[in-house]
């Protein structure tokens, strides 16, 4: 009996020491894609966390970070196939950009105010003190582009 116990127990504590393990293994993983800047490794991930939002499946993508500002800026064409543009607005409180003139283009990467004329342009940002990060979606051609200003 006392030997069942002493297996029992070896079994829990074991399992226990396993969990606890998974457990920090994976919050350090986290915490590595949160803190991660260069845009070789976790990019789409880093972003989902700063953004946070979901960067839908994607056919292109390009990014660039600049240390001396610590802004990471990236844009990506969305793979249309199977993806519910307006849904994704809804999900993530996107609002419709009535006027070209509201907002500041020059913050984005690889944006053309020339193929824009046509867009159908949403807008999603949060200018907090603790973290800036300004997002923006063109339901017509599928773009996305997200800018994020790091406060650490």
């Not at 845009?39 to 991930?45: F, G, L, M, P, R």
């Not at 913050?107 to 046509?118: A, C, I, P």
């Not at 159908?120 to 599928?142: A, F, H, R």
Request: charged residues 30%; aromatic residues 12%; proline residues 1%.
């Amino acid at each position: 009996m006392l030997k069942k116990k002493k297996g029992t127990i070896i079994i829990l504590t074991s399992i226990v020491i396993i969990c606890v393990s998974a457990s920090m293994g994976f919050i350090g993983l986290v915490n590595s894609i949160r803190d991660e800047r260069s845009c070789e490794w976790a990019n789409i991930d880093n972003i989902e966390i700063h953004a946070h939002m979901d960067v839908p499946k994607v056919t292109k993508w390009d990014c660039d970070y600049e240390k001396e500002s610590n802004t990471k800026r990236a844009s990506f064409t969305i793979d249309q196939n199977n993806f519910d543009v307006d849904q994704y607005i809804k999900a993530y409180k996107f609002k419709r950009l009535d006027s070209f003139t509201k907002f500041e283009y020059g913050r984005f990467l690889n944006l053309k105010m020339e193929f824009l004329s046509d867009s159908d342009l949403y807008y999603k940002k949060n200018p907090s003190d603790e973290e800036c990060y300004d997002v923006l979606l063109d339901k017509t051609t599928g773009r996305l582009w997200v800018t994020i200003k790091y406060q650490d």
